[in-house]
């Protein structure tokens, strides 16, 4: 799809996971790791992605050096894969489209109306619009983003009227916003942030990612005593973990379609 080495500097991102840019437009997710007893850094491709491994004290660059160098044997494994987050063609007003929601394909389909609004039907979501469209593309971005966090609220309030009570510990607040990395955190006030693009995602994921953050009122670390309450309040995260570190990336690209240059 490429020719060899063209991929961009490597960006480093919050937690564990590493960012490559293609000359194409493509993005590469690599998951990166310090193992304690590795020895040098090891490079592996399977269908949940790609993961770099390296000794601990590893320097950041020396990751990202190792990361070009074999540019064109990731880029190699990942496009046989199917696992290269392709560039997205623009949203354009009164073009459909097929976008993920809630884990499902469905259009986004255009209409015109008197005033700016969101209509659901089965398997179509419609922005509604106005004319005259001079403001049109930034409105719809608008609309969608509200209609993506009403959709992650009204899950999140259902789980945490049981999630609470099992914890006895409560967050003191939710934002919920385009994340560039993370798809949730816990900060220091006990307030969560959820990642937008979660609402693209099959329920179950964001349900882990909201489980995973309610354990942190717990633990704030990731420490097997962490992992144990997450299995107590959410058996089998295992699987939503995976789909999300398979399938993220494009669900951020996704969004990023969708809701570019949106205010938080």
């Given at each position: 799809m490429f020719s060899g080495g063209q991929l961009g500097m490597a960006q480093q991102l919050e937690g564990d996971w590493l960012e490559l840019a293609t000359t194409g437009g493509s993005t590469i997710r690599v998951l990166k790791a310090a193992h304690p007893?590795?020895?040098?850094?090891?490079?592996?491709?399977?269908?949940?992605?790609?993961?770099v491994s390296y000794p601990r004290g590893t320097h950041p660059a020396q990751v990202s050096?190792?990361?070009?160098?074999?540019?064109?044997?990731?880029?190699?494994?990942?496009?046989?894969?199917?696992?290269l987050v392709k560039p997205l063609p623009p949203l354009r007003v009164g073009q459909p489209v097929e976008i993920p929601l809630r884990g499902e394909r469905i259009?986004?389909?255009?209409?015109?109306?008197?005033?700016?609004r969101i209509a659901s039907g089965e398997g179509v979501l419609t922005l509604i619009l106005p004319r005259p469209h001079t403001r049109a593309l930034p409105v719809a971005r608008g609309l969608l983003a509200s209609h993506l966090e009403s959709l992650i609220r009204r899950d999140v309030s259902r789980w945490l009227a049981q999630y609470v009570p099992q914890l006895g510990l409560a967050p003191t607040a939710?934002?919920?916003?385009?994340?560039k990395s993370l798809w949730g955190s816990l900060d220091t006030r006990d307030r969560i942030n959820l990642d937008l693009a979660l609402a693209l995602a099959p329920p179950a994921a964001l349900r882990y990612v909201l489980a995973?953050?309610?354990?942190?009122?717990?633990?704030?670390?990731?420490?097997?005593r962490?992992?144990?309450?997450?299995?107590?309040?959410f058996p089998n995260w295992q699987e939503q973990r995976d789909w999300l570190r398979q399938n993220g990336a494009v669900l951020k690209a996704e969004l990023d379609r969708l809701v570019a240059d949106v205010a938080d």
């Open positions: 007893r590795a020895r040098r850094l090891r490079l592996t491709v399977t269908p949940k992605g790609a993961r050096a190792f990361l070009r160098s074999h540019a064109d044997w990731l880029e190699q494994k990942l496009d046989e894969l199917n696992l259009w986004l389909d255009w209409d015109e109306g008197p005033y700016p939710l934002k919920v916003r385009p994340l995973h953050e309610l354990c942190h009122l717990k633990v704030r670390n990731h420490s097997p962490f992992w144990a309450q997450v299995e107590t309040l």
